[in-house]
RNA sequence: GGCGGCGUAGCCAAGUGGCUAAGGCAGUGGUCUGCAAAACCAUUAUUCAGCGGUUCAAAUCCGCUCGCCGCCUCCA
């Protein structure tokens, strides 16, 4: 079996090799430092972590890049309103950027270069590009001449004349082409500025990706991501800068994820409905986001919702629950029980992987690959159910080892990684802090009403239970006549 | 206007021509219980926006219609 990917570039999915024998070259576009990442960022993050451990659990070497974005016009801007420099912006927000992916969970790529550390590489490229003549020096800025690059417009689709037709360029005279698009630019006064051939100025945003794509992967590399947006013009300037300057071909696969959307409509900055990681952490557990976001394929579209929110926190404490209820089992059982576990349930069990490393092999259908996991924990809950007093020793094998492999498998996704137990455990205690009532009054309610169930006042006992439930406490008559509660969650 | 995508049960969502259209949430029924709750189990689409075509066979391929979304300007 092998990974298939949907690459961007061909419109298909394409079985995967990559180009070094066992050894993925990945990079993937990261954030322009100068605000706090909404959740969209989150779902770019996590589906390349999701990617990335995936293809490590396959066997493969992946060195994987993602660079952050610390120069350009976004930051220079919100740092004058700021009245701070643009290297202090970019750093805060560089920042807040790990603690984020910290409380994601999400694993630290291999390297995560900076545009303004690979400066001399950035103008090394620009001037390849004006040597070769693929780029025009006017008054300090040089630009991209995309009519000289035959293939440009084949990442997204488009040919220059249609473009133009489109007439939502804002017209530079100092352009030869309205398509063109700046590599340098010269600053004005109170930017910052580096040195260059063309007079002091700051790289443009695309040669960046290009540039450092080069010095840490190589002229070809095997991915690149990003999200859908990127695609034009972001990755058609990046393939045209860097075929350009290589003569080579630069990406072999190109994987752009789907947006998050808030009522059908894209999450953005510039529309204003977005949520940020952290206003979402603050309500949310990172693994209900990480859950939400694998529920559904990576290049669909994602709707954000509070209902989707619990929606997916009730289905990942099922997944625990089932892993608690098996933690909670004997270790060993009675070698001469008979087994509870029927044959199909079993092999159900045994196909779990495969089954999952299908899905995942079909271009990363987490999706598919969590309704497999659910399949599972199904028949593990029959099995559990139906447990004699003494259960068999094959039974309660297969239970934990079933459990162990469910663990390791939504481990790629970041999921489950939580002690079961632990996990229901806490979030009963974080409930139990909001309430309105102590465990002393709990109790105290809880001996009044076996009173009156001993005197059979079974309008009094509901009452009570009634009260308790009314403060999130539910409780369990227990078959030896004893009550129990818990925090409901 | 150009290019691309989507439309599957009450909601979310998988489904790369052919076994009973995964799975989750909600609902309903049941096991348990004095009654409950929790947990668990069962159940919920003769049908995949609509129409037509290709095929022995279509949710899946092709065409048209309707609806929604994205990119073409910074964007994950």
Redesign the pocket.
């Given at each position: 079996m092998t990974v298939?990917i949907y690459n961007t570039k061909s419109?298909k999915?394409e079985p995967f090799s990559p180009l070094e024998k066992d050894h993925i070259k990945l990079y993937?576009?990261?954030?322009?430092a100068y605000d706090y990442?909404?959740?969209?960022?989150a779902?770019?993050?996590l589906v390349f972590d999701m990617i990335v451990r995936y293809l490590r659990y396959r066997g493969f070497k992946v060195t994987y890049i993602r660079n952050f974005?610390d120069i350009?016009?976004?930051i220079i801007k919100r740092a004058q309103e700021q009245h701070t420099t643009t290297e202090e912006l970019a750093n805060r927000f560089i920042k807040a950027f790990r603690e984020d992916m910290e409380s994601l969970g999400n694993e630290p790529p291999t390297l995560e270069p900076k545009a303004t550390e690979n400066i001399p590489e950035i103008i090394a490229i620009i001037q390849e590009l004006i040597t070769k003549g693929f780029a025009y020096e006017v008054e300090g800025d040089v630009y991209f001449k995309v009519n000289r690059f035959a293939n440009y417009g084949s990442l997204?689709?488009?040919?220059l004349?249609?473009?133009l037709?489109?007439?939502?360029?804002?017209i530079n005279e100092q352009k030869q082409n309205?398509?063109d698009?700046a590599l340098w630019k010269a600053s004005k006064p109170g930017e910052p500025v580096w040195g260059s051939p063309w007079g002091a100025g700051r790289p443009g945003?695309?040669i960046e990706c290009s540039a450092m794509s080069r010095k840490f992967l190589g002229d070809t590399f095997d991915i690149h991501?990003?999200?859908?947006?990127?695609?034009?013009?972001?990755h058609e300037n990046e393939i045209a800068q860097s075929e350009a300057s290589s003569g080579k071909p630069f990406v072999a696969t190109w994987i752009?994820?789907?947006?998050?959307?808030i009522k059908?409509?894209?999450?953005?900055?510039?529309?204003g409905n977005?949520l940020t990681i952290r206003e979402i952490l603050e309500k949310y557990p990172a693994e209900v986001l990480r859950f939400?976001v694998f529920?559904?394929?990576y290049?669909?579209?994602?709707?954000f919702?509070e209902?989707?929110m619990?929606?997916?926190e009730?289905?990942l404490?099922?997944l625990y629950?089932?892993l608690a209820?098996i933690a909670k089992l004997p270790v060993h059982g009675d070698p001469n029980q008979s087994p509870a576990a029927g044959k199909k349930n079993v092999s159900k069990i045994n196909s779990l992987v495969d089954r999952f490393v299908?899905?995942m092999?079909?271009?990363f259908?987490s999706?598919?690959?969590?309704?497999?996991?659910?399949?599972v924990?199904?028949?593990?809950?029959?099995i559990?159910?139906?447990l004699p007093a003494s259960p068999a020793e094959s039974d309660l094998a297969l239970l934990h080892a079933s459990a162990k492999s469910i663990r390791e498998l939504a481990g790629i996704m970041g999921l489950l990684q939580q002690e079961p137990v632990a996990y229901i455990k806490d979030k009963q205690e974080k409930t139990m802090g909001l309430l309105d009532i102590d465990q002393a009054a709990i109790e105290s309610l809880i001996s009044d009403?076996k009173i009156?169930?001993e005197q059979?006042n079974?309008?009094r006992?509901?009452e009570i239970?009634d009260i308790l439930?009314n403060h999130q406490i539910?409780?369990?008559?227990?078959?030896d006549g004893s009550?129990?509660w818990?925090v409901?969650?």
């Open positions: 298939s419109g999915k993937v576009c990261g954030i322009t990442c909404h959740i969209g960022h779902r770019s993050t974005t350009d016009d976004k997204s689709g488009r040919n004349e249609d473009m037709a489109g007439a939502r360029i804002s309205p398509m698009f945003w695309h991501g990003g999200g859908k947006d990127l695609i034009f013009p972001h752009h994820h789907g947006f998050v959307t059908d409509e894209k999450m953005s900055k510039s529309l977005f939400f529920s559904t394929h290049r669909t579209p994602l709707d919702s209902t989707a619990k929606d997916a009730t289905g404490d099922r629950t089932c209820e299908k899905a092999d079909n271009d259908n999706a598919q690959a969590l309704g497999h996991i659910f399949e924990v199904k028949v593990l809950n029959t559990r159910q139906s009403r009156a169930r059979k079974w309008t006992a509901d239970r439930l539910e409780i369990k008559d227990e078959a009550t129990s818990q409901k969650i």
